[in-house]
């Protein structure tokens, strides 16, 4: 089991520049989750889908679309980059089993806007 | 809305010393849940608390969620080189979505 993998592991655009981060799991979760961890601010939600088919909007959606292609796999796509959007993103997936609700995080993206 | 803080920021310890973070909520939990993120690294579950005054306890590692659900700590004792990264607490409302604390990093000298 790879667990959650993500693709590419660095990236640096342009300003205007497009790209998609793909994510993908093997562990057969419903919910998937983008996140952006920034210095000092923490993890903060993109976007999530609760399953596969269906996603919502998170804490700091905004420059951002997200397709749920399947259940395995949760992309997120930067239309127009921004400076602001230089971060290190993470995906994540869980499944509540017995109670528990364990996220499990991919390795991370670490996206650099010049 | 829900908000977390989560204290202190940053500690840095001698090896040997204890080490402790608090992760408090503006509304009662359903569950909390720790993680660990090493530098560089991605975060990494730790544990999950549900019921009012739970303590879990993995080796040199002490969780406790409190009485009213609102609050959480993560004590470590005599902690080692190994322990250095950063300590998330994730706070579970209703629904299941995680509000994040900020994350307290240590930093341990040997």
Same mark, same amino acid.
Request: glycine share 0%; net charge neutral.
């Given at each position: 089991n790879a667990g959650v993998t993500q693709t590419p592991k660095f990236q640096v655009l342009k300003t205007g520049q497009s790209m998609t981060l793909q994510c993908a799991q093997?562990? @057969?979760?419903n919910s998937m989750y983008w996140y952006r961890q920034d210095p000092g601010m923490g993890l903060r939600l993109i976007y999530y889908s609760a399953s596969e088919g269906t996603t919502d909007k998170g804490e700091v959606p905004n420059g951002y679309n997200v397709s749920?292609? @399947?259940?395995r796999e949760f992309s997120l796509r930067l239309e127009s980059a921004a400076p602001s959007q230089t971060s290190v993103y993470f995906c994540a997936s869980s499944e509540e089993f017995a109670g528990q609700d364990t996220q499990y995080f991919g390795p991370g993206t670490r996206l650099t806007v010049l | 809305g829900q908000q977390v803080m989560q204290i202190p920021q940053y500690q840095h310890v001698q090896e040997g010393e204890d080490f402790t973070t608090y992760c408090n909520s503006s509304t009662t939990l359903s569950n909390i849940q720790w993680y660990k993120q090493r530098p560089g690294g991605h975060p990494v579950f730790l544990i999950q608390l549900v019921k009012s005054g739970e303590v879990k306890k993995q080796k040199r590692l002490t969780f406790q969620f409190g009485e009213a659900k609102k609050n959480s700590s993560l004590h470590i004792t005599? /902690?080692? /080189? /190994?322990?250095?990264g950063t300590y998330f607490c994730g706070c579970a409302g209703n629904n299941r979505k995680l509000i994040w604390g900020l994350g307290t990093s240590l930093a341990v000298n040997p």
């Open positions: 093997d562990m @057969n979760h749920r292609l @399947n259940k | 005599a /902690t080692q /080189t /190994t322990d250095v």
